[in-house]
């Protein structure tokens, strides 16, 4: 079995007296898209910044590569990248300006030819000289997984990286994570609130709920476990239940 | 340091400047509008001089200078607020991009700015007044120099600040420079200030630098006690304030600032 490139331990975030992540621990292994499922407010969002060093856990490790991500921050980082719904592009350059930027951020060499390539697989074309600002949110979303692809990661965070696209688009962006997966052992941490997608796309799912792991396992695991024939009755069930012994914010 | 990540934060601004409008305003414009009305001023009190000589070359003089700290200021929290605005922050610290690096990045947009909004102020001033503000001679380079890190000194400040507490004290990239200027003796000789004031002006940089223009202009000597001082504070701020913001940043990244900034 691969070995983990990402190892999360006790991962705890506390905002005063809320806690938004509560001794998390998970690994992710080279090629496994792993799903972070969970209702809004579940620290989904906050464990991938943590990932992403744009957090400072209040106590737990981050791994990846083998390192420490509080020590080997730059290291780490130019092997990351993520892609998110809720993050914008500077607004005032083309969509190929912003890449270009993004590419000399990450060191890349043979720019353009990379841009290219990237631009035809998510069919970008058409607006690859539009300024940013007059991008659709669907175009803007096409950007941002543009972005996050361009510089070729081995370990990638897509935060509801389908959510604002059309269903031909969504398809063909996750039809790209599973091919650029299969040809080049790319690792996925995978969030989104369509299940269908979820089911699709993970090799496994965690369940997160106020911070905490509530369930974990392949989607027809964890559909057995709790007795339901599809992933969104068991969001449902889980989000609906309070699990014991947790503390409200 | 890595220069390919510095170069890609100037090239991002470069095009910024390159499609706006507004912006290339704030360098030509605004500068040329303010030294103009100063200047029409300064030669309407001509007409009433009395014993102070070298009147123009003061108030003309100082102006230009003073652009040099304010531009420079401006370079480093404008170029900050330009990434919370486009909501960009986040793309930029989940890069491997440092702060040191970023920092850097801002200092030369500064220098840059400072560069243009000079050409066109020491132009102007030429057009306008026949004032010509290199008969400052050689010392122009030094007194040049030490705003410019004055100006990152309070641009640092001002981009921490505006980092830890957001949109709310954002219209300090603005007016921080302001909040220095009475002290910074930019028009007026030091001496004019109380004593107790006099002693907190002596800890400001720039005021060093004032002085030390008008000793050139009065008395043709180099001040280079002034220019002592001033290189001394400078090298002294700067330190304890990029230090200041590398805790200002971790600080922010323990809260979970960073993500929110400008929200």
Not at chain 1, 57 to 69: D, N, Q, Y
Not at chain 1, 218 to 239: H, N, P, Q, R, S
């Amino acid at each position: 079995m691969a070995e983990p490139i990402v190892q999360v331990r006790n991962l705890t975030k506390r905002f005063g007296d809320f806690t938004a992540v509560d001794g998390v621990s998970f690994d992710i292994r080279q090629g496994e898209i792993l799903g972070l499922l969970g209702p809004n407010g579940a620290g989904k969002t906050t464990t991938i910044q943590m990932l992403l060093g744009l957090i400072t856990p209040t106590a737990g490790e981050i791994r990846m590569f083998g390192l420490p991500v509080n020590r080997h921050r730059e290291e780490i980082l130019g092997q990351v990248n993520f892609s998110s719904t809720y993050v914008s592009m500077p607004q005032a350059l083309t969509v190929e300006e912003n890449l270009r930027i993004v590419a000399r951020l990450y060191g890349m060499d043979r720019v353009t030819a990379r841009i290219d390539d990237i631009i035809k697989r998510l069919e970008m074309e058409e607006f690859r000289t539009k300024i940013t600002r007059k991008l659709s949110s669907g175009q803007m979303t096409r950007l941002s997984l543009a972005k996050a692809f361009l510089t070729e990661p081995k370990v990638l965070f897509l935060d509801e990286p389908t959510a604002s696209l059309d269903p031909d688009i969504a398809d063909k962006a996750r039809a790209l994570i599973k091919e650029i997966r299969r040809s080049t052992g790319l690792t996925v941490l995978y969030t989104s609130h369509n299940m269908r997608e979820m089911e699709e796309m993970s090799d496994r799912i965690i369940f997160l709920q106020r911070g905490r792991i509530v369930a974990e396992g392949t989607a027809e695991a964890i559909k057995a476990v709790y007795g339901e024939a599809d992933l969104e009755d068991v969001f449902l069930k889980l989000a609906r239940t309070a699990p014991p012994g947790l503390r409200h914010p | 340091m890595k220069l390919h990540r510095i170069a890609a934060l100037l090239t991002r601004h470069l095009y910024l400047y390159k499609r706006s409008f507004p912006r290339v305003l704030e360098i030509i414009y605004w500068p040329f509008v303010d030294l103009v009305i100063w200047g029409f001023i300064t030669l309407y009190l001509v007409q009433f001089k009395g014993a102070l000589p070298n009147f123009v070359l003061f108030f003309l003089g100082a102006l230009i200078l003073w652009d040099v700290l304010f531009r420079a200021q401006q370079g480093i929290t404008i170029s900050f607020l330009e990434e919370i605005w486009s909501r960009n922050l986040m793309n930029l610290f989940a890069s491997p991009l440092t702060t040191g690096e970023f920092l850097a990045a801002t200092m030369i947009l500064s220098v840059s700015k400072v560069l243009a909004v000079s050409c066109v102020t020491v132009l102007a001033a030429f057009a306008f007044y026949s004032f010509n503000v290199f008969v400052l001679g050689l010392s122009l380079i030094p007194f040049v120099l030490n705003l410019i890190v004055a100006g990152w000194c309070v641009g640092v400040l001002t981009t921490g600040l505006i980092m830890r507490y957001g949109q709310e004290v954002e219209v300090l990239a603005w007016g921080m420079v302001f909040l220095f200027q009475p002290i910074s003796c930019v028009f007026y000789p030091m001496s004019v200030l109380p004593d107790w004031l006099q002693a907190i002006a002596r800890l400001n940089p720039a005021a060093h630098v004032f002085e030390g223009m008008r000793a050139v202009i009065t008395a043709g000597a180099f001040p280079v006690h002034e220019l002592a001082w001033a290189v001394g504070l400078n090298a002294f701020y700067l330190t304890v304030l990029v230090f200041w913001f590398h805790m200002m940043f971790a600080a922010c990244k323990d809260k979970g600032l960073l993500v929110r900034v400008g929200e």
